[in-house]
């Protein structure tokens, strides 16, 4: 709706003193967006889509630098339907850039992308947020929202849960910690431990959340040894936005 | 502007490096020529023709005036011999004069065991005969006039017959396949998402789609009937500037029928067959291959409505030399495309969905 893409049933839309509803063309102007990496003509080339989307406004950054700082280079002359995921993401960001846009909007810029990729990704939305520009990044990967985003706006089924910096989330929701251990320790659902919070189960480990450490640590040491258990893979570490996440949208699986 | 024009170039090179739309645009439509050509040229589309009747006068006259048009292949017999011979296939048609003054009621027989011969057979004489009775009714001397649809210095080849179908067949095809199925392609891919949260305007890319599909429609026609003329030697008229009009008015009935296909339909799966329900029966119907005039009368008349025969007839009356210009019957045809057109337009204004 910011974008001007979609018209709100209600409320309004300010940006500064500018109503965005009223004038959609200011958004388009001064945003940059990027959405799903597809969106993008299979047959031209790099260097073509980008001197395409520097057409379509008033002043735009110069395409060659462009294409060397998103490490497209080697690729300015291939076509898109050729390029790899990463390859793609960076384009579509790119080409949100050409303008030089006050504020961008990142849709899951790094979904699908191998660790090196999301990294190369995350350097170059940062030296954008250092250039003193928005960005307003949406992400299902919360190390990648704690990493790039000074506020954040936990968002389940099209309502705000919460709002804040990645630390005060944590601070406000899961100021304890988590111990982790091995998934194959048989840690019974309603086991009783001093200042739990709660026990989720994870991929291939189990989680005990905690609003205190020690005192839990020290119940959960006294009933392994109570049962004769090994506490293998027991680590310790604080909450994580992750963590907090799970908290507060719950954690059924959705659709 | 810029942003259009660069638009329409970044589309035009889309256009061009498709490889599946360059076999559909060009190569198709050569290869079909190239059929048709080498099987029209062994004798070319001609009617054998036997004439019976009464020594003299009005026998000689239809003969003479047959013998006029290149197609027929006229042969003077007994009308006993002429039945036999047109029987046994020798002859397609059997013309008999009655004896007796005006007006004279001619007799065509035909083989109707050799179904096409014989349409077309039927349908070569009887436009002939429309056109010779308007002379025949004026002066004597008029009968030397060869007033025919197909009159042309060289002998009349299918080939002739089929070009300009082909290059009504071809706006209709690139309009459809290429516009249709690609905006509804860039609908599904969030491309038209994506130049919608740019300062472009929904107009200016409608534009660009628009340029786009007239200037590779316009250079894919040029270079089929370059291949037609140069090539395989067909003998069809080029007055460009008519033809040009014709040609841009086609193009936009069937780019408003493509835009109107993109706006309902939400998949590129669910397009493909729509557009071939589309274009499919109009391809064999609207006088492409073979004649309106060889169809059923009462689907005859149905299909003197569609958007293609309108374009076929206009093309061909001005590509076989029939019109030089706008005569009433191509301002006719072009009249009844830009009823399409308004009606297509209208429509797909109101059922556009960018989404």
């Excluded at chain 1, 005060?168 to 899961?174: G, N």
């Excluded at chain 2, 645009?25 to 054998?48: D, E, H, K």
Aim: with cysteine.
């Amino acid at each position: 709706m910011i974008e001007g893409l979609r018209r709100p049933d209600a409320g309004s839309i300010l940006y500064g003193d500018t109503d965005l509803i009223r004038h959609p063309e200011t958004a388009r102007r001064r945003f940059g967006i990027q959405l799903q990496s597809s969106s993008f003509f299979h047959l031209l080339t790099v260097t073509e889509t980008l001197e395409l989307f520097a057409a379509l406004y008033p002043s735009s950054r110069d395409v060659g630098s462009l294409v060397e700082r998103f490490g497209l280079a080697d690729k300015k002359d291939d076509r898109v339907q050729g390029l790899s995921g990463g390859q793609r993401q960076r384009l579509a960001v790119a080409t949100a850039l050409i303008h030089n846009p006050e504020a961008v909007f990142l849709d899951e810029p790094t979904a699908g992308l191998d660790p090196q990729a999301r990294r190369n990704l995350w350097d170059l939305v940062s030296a954008f947020r250092g250039e003193g520009r928005t960005v307003v990044l949406t992400t299902h990967y919360m190390d990648e929202a704690e990493y790039l985003c000074d506020l954040i706006a936990v968002i389940d089924h099209g309502r705000v849960l919460d709002v804040g910096s990645p630390q005060e989330l944590i601070r406000r929701h899961l100021p304890g910690a988590v111990i982790e251990l091995a998934g194959d320790v048989p840690v019974p659902d309603g086991l009783s431990l001093p200042a739990l919070d709660r026990i989720e189960r994870r991929e291939d480990t189990t989680a005990i959340v905690t609003s205190s450490l020690e005192d839990t640590l020290v119940g959960l040491v006294a009933w392994a040894r109570d049962q004769g258990l090994h506490l293998t893979g027991l680590r310790t570490r604080s909450a994580t936005l992750e963590d907090v996440f799970l908290k507060l949208t719950g954690r059924s699986l959705r659709d | 502007m810029r942003a259009l024009l660069t638009l329409t170039r970044a589309l035009v090179r889309t256009t061009v490096r498709n490889r599946q739309g360059f076999f559909w645009t060009l190569f198709f439509p050569v290869v079909i020529m190239l059929v048709f050509g080498l099987i029209g040229n062994g004798g070319g589309f001609s009617v054998n023709l036997a004439v019976a009747g009464p020594a003299g006068g009005a026998t000689d006259q239809v003969v003479a005036a047959f013998s006029q048009v290149p197609i027929f292949k006229v042969v003077r017999m007994d009308a006993g011999a002429a039945m036999q011979a047109v029987r046994s296939g020798k002859e397609d048609a059997l013309l008999v004069v009655p004896a007796g003054t005006r007006p004279l009621a001619l007799t065509l027989y035909y083989n109707d065991a050799n179904y096409v011969a014989a349409q077309q057979a039927v349908a070569a004489v009887e436009s002939s005969v429309s056109a010779l009775d308007l002379a025949l009714s004026g002066h004597a001397p008029a009968l030397t006039v060869a007033a025919t649809p197909v009159s042309h210095s060289q002998r009349a080849t299918f080939l002739d017959f089929l070009v300009p179908g082909i290059v009504a067949l071809m706006i209709m095809q690139n309009a459809l396949f290429s516009v249709g199925a690609g905006l509804t392609r860039w609908k599904e891919q969030g491309i038209l998402r994506r130049f919608l949260a740019t300062p472009l305007r929904p107009v200016q890319f409608l534009g660009a789609v628009i340029l786009n599909n007239l200037v590779v429609s316009l250079a894919s026609l040029a270079i089929v009937v370059l291949i037609a003329v140069d090539l395989l030697h067909a003998h069809v008229a080029v007055p460009v500037a008519p033809l040009l009009a014709v040609a841009v008015v086609g193009i936009a009935v069937f780019l408003a029928i493509a835009f109107l296909v993109a706006g309902l339909s939400r998949s590129q799966e669910a397009t493909i067959p729509i557009i071939n329900l589309i274009t499919f029966p109009m391809m064999f119907l609207c006088g492409i291959f073979f004649p309106v005039s060889t169809l059923p009368p009462a689907l005859a008349t149905i299909v003197g409505y569609l958007p293609l025969t309108y374009l076929a007839n206009a093309i061909r009356a001005l590509m076989s030399g029939q019109a030089a210009g706008f005569t009433p019957a191509v301002t006719g045809d072009l009249l009844g495309l830009l009823a399409w057109l308004a009606a297509g337009t209208v429509i797909s204004a109101r059922t556009w969905r960018w989404e």
